[in-house]
C-alpha cells in the first residue's frame, strides 16, 4: 500500500511539472492552447496593401515585397513602399505594411509590447487627432531625422489578426496641416480596406 501510494504521488508529482511545462512553453511562444485561432480569411495579405486608387496623383507605388528582416514579420507579412514626384506638400516617400498573425490575441501582444516598444521614438503629436473607427488600436508618432527625410511619421494600428503601419518621410521638420491632411487620408482608406476585407465570411479557424 505504502509503495502504491507513492507512485500515485510521483505521477502527480511528474503531471504537475508537465502542465507547467506547457503553460511556460506557451507563455514563451506567445500563444495559448485556448486561444482561439484566426478564420480562415478570403483574401491575402497583398490584397489589404494600399493601391494606385487609394493615393494621391504623383505617388509611385512599388511592388509588394515579403518584409525580410522586419522583426514584426511572421510567415504573413508584406510591404508595399512608394515615392512621391510631384512638388505639392513635403511627404516624399513611405511604405505600408501589413502582418498577419496565428490569432487575434497574438497580434494584441504584438502590438503592445513590441510595435509600441519599437515605437518610443515616435512622438505623439497633438496635430493627429483621427481615432480608427475600426482598429482594436492603433498609434500615430513623428521622429527627426537626419539625411533626406527632415522628419518621420508612423501610424500603425491591430485589426483582430493583423498589424498595419503606414509611415512617411517628410522633406520638412513639421508637419504641416496639408501633409497630415494627406497621411489621414491614407489612414481612412487603409480603415475602409480593412473594415471592408473584415466582413467578409470567413471560415472557423483550426
Request: aromatic content about 10%; glycine content about 6%; some cysteine.
Given at each position: 500500500m505504502?509503495?502504491?501510494?507513492?507512485?500515485?504521488?510521483?505521477?502527480?508529482?511528474?503531471?504537475?511539472?508537465?502542465?507547467?511545462?506547457?503553460?511556460?512553453?506557451?507563455?514563451?511562444?506567445?500563444?495559448?492552447?485556448?486561444?482561439?485561432?484566426?478564420?480562415?480569411?478570403?483574401?491575402?495579405?497583398?490584397?489589404?496593401?494600399?493601391?494606385?486608387?487609394?493615393?494621391?496623383?504623383?505617388?509611385?507605388?512599388?511592388?509588394?515585397?515579403?518584409?525580410?528582416?522586419?522583426?514584426?514579420?511572421?510567415?504573413?507579412?508584406?510591404?508595399?513602399?512608394?515615392?512621391?514626384?510631384?512638388?505639392?506638400?513635403?511627404?516624399?516617400?513611405?511604405?505600408?505594411?501589413v502582418?498577419?498573425?496565428?490569432?487575434?490575441?497574438?497580434?494584441q501582444?504584438?502590438?503592445?509590447?513590441?510595435?509600441?516598444?519599437?515605437?518610443?521614438?515616435?512622438?505623439?503629436?497633438?496635430?493627429?487627432?483621427?481615432?480608427?473607427?475600426?482598429?482594436?488600436?492603433?498609434?500615430?508618432?513623428?521622429?527627426?531625422?537626419?539625411?533626406?527625410?527632415?522628419?518621420?511619421?508612423?501610424?500603425?494600428?491591430?485589426?483582430?489578426?493583423?498589424?498595419?503601419?503606414?509611415?512617411?518621410?517628410?522633406?520638412?521638420?513639421?508637419?504641416?496641416?496639408?501633409?497630415?491632411?494627406?497621411?489621414?487620408?491614407?489612414?481612412?482608406?487603409?480603415?475602409?480596406?480593412?473594415?471592408h476585407?473584415?466582413?467578409?465570411?470567413?471560415?472557423?479557424?483550426?
Open positions: 505504502l509503495t502504491e501510494s507513492r507512485e500515485r504521488r510521483s505521477w502527480k508529482i511528474v503531471l504537475v511539472i508537465l502542465t507547467v511545462a506547457v503553460v511556460l512553453l506557451s507563455t514563451a511562444c506567445g500563444c495559448w492552447l485556448w486561444e482561439p485561432r484566426a478564420p480562415q480569411r478570403p483574401f491575402t495579405v497583398q490584397d489589404l496593401l494600399m493601391d494606385q486608387e487609394i493615393v494621391p496623383p504623383g505617388w509611385e507605388l512599388s511592388d509588394p515585397v515579403f518584409s525580410v528582416g522586419d522583426t514584426l514579420c511572421t510567415t504573413e507579412c508584406y510591404r508595399r513602399g512608394f515615392r512621391v514626384s510631384s512638388s505639392e506638400g513635403s511627404i516624399r516617400y513611405g511604405r505600408h505594411n502582418y498577419r498573425y496565428l490569432s487575434a490575441g497574438i497580434a501582444r504584438t502590438f503592445d509590447h513590441v510595435y509600441l516598444a519599437m515605437s518610443r521614438s515616435l512622438e505623439p503629436t497633438s496635430e493627429w487627432t483621427y481615432q480608427s473607427p475600426v482598429a482594436e488600436r492603433s498609434h500615430f508618432g513623428c521622429v527627426r531625422m537626419g539625411g533626406p527625410a527632415n522628419l518621420f511619421c508612423e501610424w500603425g494600428a491591430q485589426y483582430e489578426e493583423f498589424i498595419v503601419t503606414f509611415g512617411v518621410g517628410l522633406s520638412s521638420d513639421e508637419l504641416s496641416p496639408a501633409d497630415r491632411e494627406h497621411i489621414e487620408e491614407i489612414v481612412r482608406a487603409i480603415d475602409a480596406r480593412m473594415e476585407y473584415l466582413n467578409e465570411p470567413t471560415e472557423e479557424g483550426d
